[in-house]
């Protein structure tokens, strides 16, 4: 093959989290297994940075031995992007054909970037373009349709029905999922008839070792329980928890905790603070023993096109407990076997005392999690899939 250049709008080896977490583990892979790869991005230095400053230098370093080209952004109207942008958060559709341009115009994007895909075309064998809603994607894939394969991340939220999309993404060659119901929300909307659209999966690193122990006398924590691991904030549904945990210790006279690893500031309700140990940000090996330890990781976030940290904990043993209303990480707690889900305080409260007064189930569901994990999501796994459909979607089988 030819090279296969990887769109992304910020890209850092250093980025955790989210599809840059994702892209960093797919790309250094697919390297090592002597894939020839780019990394395709702008001078923006995160998704929380501002989108018209270019933060790293335009150019091209090697990262990890992989070339990364950075090209410069534009200066956007702040403005009119975030009154269309608010509307959408509020989902209030369908917006006019002149809010989705302003959408598209006004977020970020780099002209240098879309000049490159279409002057260099001819030296890539596929350009591949992660996440779906920004300018890079809608921009980038119009220089290369032919050529074009998205991992788009697809939440069932506001964005992925604007017209601009639904027209755009009909076109590309290709789209990856990472599992099965967001497949089946891009069925129902969007026309992929001539897309060669398929559930891939993503990498999870499985040789990871894990110590219950080490945890709980490291951190002093020898009480049974919850944990909660990633970003603290409304978009994860973070408060769910917090008021569903705090009924339940209102309702339940025993000792369990709330653990909370990740970054993000949350206020906790007075009377569960002494029940509530939010140890911020944790080094890598206390946040896999932590998952070790816990009596069920609880991942509340509706709006998840894969959720890396149910992988985590299964890889660790421990069962999880999911959001009904997340069809992907409920479908994944199905699929394996290995995790139960909730849609109110009540379900809450009797699948935590289910997996507490049954400790063995909660072991078992906690291995049923692992072997799933690795059958379907270690790299090696992923990475023969991928180089498949590479090859397949750029018609050099």
């Known amino acids: 093959m030819k090279k296969i250049g990887f769109v992304i709008p910020w890209f850092g080896f250093d980025i955790p989290g989210g599809a840059e977490a994702e892209l960093k583990g797919l790309t250094l892979h697919l390297h ?21 400053c270019n933060y790293h230098r335009a150019g091209t370093t090697v990262e990890k031995g992989i070339t990364v080209r950075r090209f410069k952004v534009r200066e956007r109207d702040d403005a009119a992007f975030n009154a269309v942008n608010i509307k959408l958060m509020d989902n209030r559709l369908p917006l006019s054909a002149d809010e989705e341009r302003i959408f598209t115009q006004e977020m970020v994007n780099s002209p240098d970037l879309y000049r490159y895909i279409r ?7 596929l350009f591949v373009f992660i996440p779906y809603m920004f300018g890079t994607t809608y921009y980038g894939m119009q220089e290369c349709y032919d050529k074009a394969v998205l991992i788009p991340c697809f939440h069932d939220e506001s964005y992925v029905y604007m017209e601009c999309f639904k027209k755009e993404f009909s076109k590309a060659a290709g789209m990856i999922f990472h599992a099965q119901p967001e497949a089946d929300l891009a069925e129902r909307v969007y026309d992929l008839e001539h897309v060669n659209a398929k559930v891939l999966g993503e990498g999870v690193y499985t040789e990871y070792t894990y110590d219950a122990s080490r945890f709980r006398e490291k951190y002093k924590i020898s009480e049974p329980f919850i944990l909660y691991a990633g970003r603290k904030d409304v978009g994860k549904n973070i408060y769910t928890l917090i008021n569903n945990f705090h009924e339940y210790k209102y309702r339940n006279d025993n000792d369990l905790k709330l653990v909370l690893i990740g970054g993000g500031e949350i206020k906790i309700p007075k009377d569960i603070q002494k029940d509530v140990i939010d140890l911020g940000f944790v080094d890598v090996q206390d946040k896999f023993d932590a998952y070790a330890a816990a009596q ?13 940290v149910i992988m985590e904990s299964w890889i ?11 069809n992907v990480t409920k479908h994944f707690a199905k699929t394996s076997g290995g995790g139960l ?13 289910y997996l507490l007064e049954n400790p063995e189930m909660a072991d078992a569901m906690g291995k049923s999690g692992r072997r799933f994990v690795l059958e379907n999501f270690a790299w090696d796994v992923i990475i023969d899939r991928y180089m498949s459909y590479f090859k397949e979607v750029a018609g050099e089988l």
């Open 32 to 52: 090592e297994a002597g894939v020839p790869i780019e990394i395709l991005s702008t001078c923006v230095h995160t998704f929380n940075s501002n989108w018209s």
């Open 119 to 125: 002057e260099h075309k001819d030296e890539y064998s």
């Open 296 to 308: 069920v990781l609880c991942q509340p976030s509706k709006n998840e096109s894969f959720s890396l």
């Open 316 to 326: 660790c043993e421990r069962p999880v407990l999911v959001h009904n209303q997340c």
């Open 341 to 353: 889900y909730f849609d109110n305080y009540f379900e809450f409260e009797g699948t935590v005392n």
